[in-house]
């Protein structure tokens, strides 16, 4: 079996130095030359190609040079809008969690002000009961014999795709909600916040902590929740 990509356990970065005689076995700058090319088409496909030189354009102009060296200084909010309008983008849609509903009801007012129509649609569109999707009573937060109503994010999908969303934002949709919204969304899309519970919504936190108060998360486990 052909050795499986490990980017993330590189330190080597040959792909940003250009060595690739430094590469490691399975560094598909080095050793994947036909899936680089076939990604690269896909780049420069008409309906991609203006899309990915903006979005590099937004990573440089989203940083301020100094003479001590190139500093952040757009908050993803603004970075966000700065892209939409790069992309002369008019129409975007807002796919929040109902949790993060008064985020959500900020961000609509600040792209409203910045000339934008928007489309928000809520999680819990449609009034759907999680029963409808097998959902068991001891899995729901009010137990048994309880209406639930359940997150409906390919409705939320359906609905920008029907009025026309030329980009998408998601707010705090839930683990593997997003993913849902994010396949059957016709338009692309970026998440301006992505949920966790604990940590403010903050899930680089967890990371920064591992070596401490979640140290926890470098334990070996089994497959399964903790």
Known sequence: ???????????RTVCERGKTELAL????????????????????RADLKEFACQAAIQQFDSSLRLPRGRIPRSTRIEET????????????????????????????????RHGFEVVSVCCKVGGVSKDAIGVADEHKFGGTGSYEVMCNPVTQAEIMNDEGTE???????????????????????????????????????????????????????????R
Do not use: W
């Not at 079996?1 to 330190?11: L, N, V």
């Open 1 to 11: 079996m052909e050795q499986r990509t490990e980017c993330a356990r590189c330190s």
């Open 25 to 44: 076995p399975a560094c598909p700058t080095a050793r994947r030359p036909d899936v680089l090319k076939k990604g690269l088409s896909k780049s420069l």
């Open 81 to 112: 809008i700065q892209f939409a309008k790069k992309m002369h983008y008019k129409r975007l849609g807002l796919a929040f969690c109902s949790a993060l509903r008064n985020e959500s009801m900020l961000v609509d007012r600040i792209l409203q």
């Open 167 to 225: 980009f998408n934002i998601v707010i705090g949709l839930c683990v593997g909600h997003d993913s849902l919204f994010l396949k059957h969304a016709d338009a692309m899309s970026t998440v301006l916040i992505a949920k966790d519970k604990v940590l403010g919504h903050n899930p680089a936190a967890a990371l920064r902590l591992s070596g401490s108060y979640y140290k926890e998360l470098m334990q070996n486990q089994s497959n399964g929740t």
